[in-house]
């Protein structure tokens, strides 16, 4: 059975009616040197979110009716960082947190994780406040990183591992290649990077990789917490290429390309009962898996 788990965020901060990915537009300068100063764009999806490893996301504000000079400036910009947090909420709340599990629908309501969500997204780092005084407008972008100490994925990691249900949905059989098959003596391989561009998978906070009989072979959700605070369950990107640089900044050398086969859910994806044969000598070599150093291509 599918399990769903609710981190309640918009709950927490309400339904905002504003789009993701708006431009800042030339009535706030500021905004924008920091925009093109950093090559960064304003966060408009969640995958975009895994594959630069950070949101940017904004919110513009008005002065609260009757202030007058400088609280004019102040409360313009703090409506601005309430709405820039409750975009941000709404573009968390389509985060995948393994399997079927998202990060808005429920069947289990946890108070815990609950709070923790509320608490990080209160404590977003706001890295531009910019004021418009000929509109009498505010502009603010907060930032937050997935992975890191101070990331959405550490606010969170310990929580939902230790949920129940969650643990429930992660305990699958773990994969073991057959008595009658040969285990192929291993190349150096130090990484693996696994091609899922012919299907729709999408990333999450644990994506796993199995076999065609339902054996995990990549279970994020079993390797150090550390690593997964510090560096998530892999690398995103859009290109084998891209993806043998992701893993290089990691250590990786020369990784394993391998191609899925098929998805088991919208972030979990299949491999060919060969390939798992293959990629189990391959970690079996250097135990890449254990830290993490898998790179996951998307369409």
Do not use: H
Request: aromatic share 6%.
């Amino acid at each position: 059975m599918k399990i769903r788990i609710m981190l309640a965020i918009v709950m927490l901060l309400g339904v905002s009616g504003f789009a993701f990915g708006d431009e800042v537009d030339e009535r706030f300068q500021k905004a924008r040197k920091y925009l093109d100063d950093n090559n960064a764009v304003i966060t408009s999806t969640t995958e975009q979110a895994y594959t630069q490893e950070y949101i940017l996301m904004n919110g513009e504000g008005l002065p609260k009716k009757g202030s007058i000079g400088a609280q004019r400036r102040l409360t313009a910009i703090t409506s601005a960082k309430v709405v820039a947090q409750r975009r941000l909420a709404e573009l968390l709340e389509g985060v995948s947190v393994v399997s079927e599990t998202t990060v808005k629908d429920s069947e289990l309501a946890s108070d815990v994780i609950k709070s923790a969500v509320t608490g990080f997204i209160k404590g977003s780092q706001v890295v531009v406040q910019d004021w418009n005084d000929r509109e009498g407008t505010a502009l603010v972008i907060i930032k937050v990183g997935l992975n890191g100490p101070k990331g959405f994925a550490s606010a969170i990691y310990e929580k939902i591992l230790s949920e129940p249900k969650i643990k429930q949905e992660l305990d699958k059989p773990v994969y073991s290649p057959p008595v009658d098959v040969a285990v192929p003596t291993a190349v150096a391989y130090d990484g693996l990077v696994i091609d899922a561009t012919d299907y729709s998978f999408r990333p999450a906070l644990i994506n796993r990789i199995f076999n065609t009989k339902g054996e995990v072979l990549y279970d994020p959700a079993k390797i150090s917490q550390k690593v997964l605070v510090e560096q998530g369950c892999g690398e995103y990107t859009n290109s084998v290429d891209k993806a043998r640089a992701a893993l290089g900044k990691r250590g990786v050398k020369n990784p394993l390309v391998v191609k899925a086969s098929g998805t088991v859910s919208q972030s979990d994806l299949q491999v060919a009962d060969d390939t798992a044969v293959q990629i189990f000598s391959a970690n079996q070599g250097s135990g890449f898996m254990a830290d993490a150093r898998v790179a996951f291509v998307l369409k």
